[in-house]
T-cell receptor, first 115, second 116 residues
Framework: KAGVTQTPRYLIKTRGQQVTLSCSPISGHRSVSWYQQTPGQGLQFLFEYFSETQRNKGNFPGRFSGRQFSNSRSEMNVSTLELGDSALYLC??????????????FGPGTRLTVL | AQSVTQLDSQVPVFEEAPVELRCNYSSSVSVYLFWYVQYPNQGLQLLLKYLSGSTLVESINGFEAEFNKSQTSFHLRKPSVHISDTAEYFCAVSDPSAGGYNKLIFGAGTRLAVHP
């Protein structure tokens, strides 16, 4: 069974540009969550999508947005990039049930560098 | 708001020695607790989890963690570490009762360095 895939693995952008990252969940999973990992702030929850709807949101500015497609693949977009957006962006997929426990499986991440 | 505190940012240890990575969380409600491991240039892997029931949970590679509700702690232990255990370890919590089904709150991480 294929794991969570993220593309691209590495990105270099300049300040002011925008970027789109992609996450393909494990087959059958309907929930995709996104996390930002930086040395200073650690791992922070961005948002979760389930059945094409944002179900949960962290405390990030509106420059960070996402969407999910009918095949559960998800994209996240960051507009007007700032130097502080340089980070490893991780996505995680799960079945997304609202009762009981859903194990989340993480992808390898996309390393974004903003110059 | 929930928070997770990992008391040690780095833990150096010699091979075959025991190790404890400490984790405290702030919540008075029932939560799920996790330990994840991250190897260089990789994503996170679930090491073990506490959902309910027995307060001692074990992983397949010799790690164990004990849930202590009165101390709101979930410390990770291994009686004898290997070089291959060198990695960053993250403690995390989720609160399904608050709608955070898949929202994990992570600690800052503990870098475990095992030396020969």
């Amino acid at each position: 069974k294929a794991g969570v895939t993220q593309t691209p693995r590495y990105l270099i952008k300049t300040r002011g540009q925008q970027v789109t990252l992609s996450c393909s969940p494990i087959s059958g999973h309907r929930s995709v969550s996104w996390y930002q990992q930086t040395p200073g702030q650690g791992l922070q929850f961005l948002f979760e999508y389930f059945s094409e709807t944002q179900r949960n949101k962290g405390n990030f500015p509106g420059r960070f947005s996402g969407r999910q497609f009918s095949n559960s693949r998800s994209e996240m977009n960051v507009s007007t990039l700032e130097l502080g957006d340089s980070a490893l962006y991780l996505c995680a997929s799960s079945f997304g049930r609202t009762t009981g426990y859903n194990e989340q499986f993480f992808g390898p991440g996309t390393r974004l560098t903003v110059l | 708001a929930q928070s997770v505190t990992q008391l040690d940012s780095q833990v150096p240890v010699f091979e075959e020695a025991p190790v404890e990575l400490r984790c405290n969380y702030s919540s008075s409600v029932s939560v799920y607790l996790f330990w994840y491991v991250q190897y260089p240039n990789q994503g996170l892997q679930l090491l073990l989890k506490y959902l309910s029931g027995s307060t001692l949970v074990e992983s397949i590679n010799g790690f164990e963690a004990e849930f202590n509700k009165s101390q709101t702690s979930f410390h990770l232990r291994k009686p004898s570490v290997h070089i291959s255990d060198t990695a960053e370890y993250f403690c995390a919590v989720s609160d399904p009762s608050a709608g955070g089904y898949n929202k994990l709150i992570f600690g800052a991480g503990t870098r475990l360095a095992v030396h020969p």
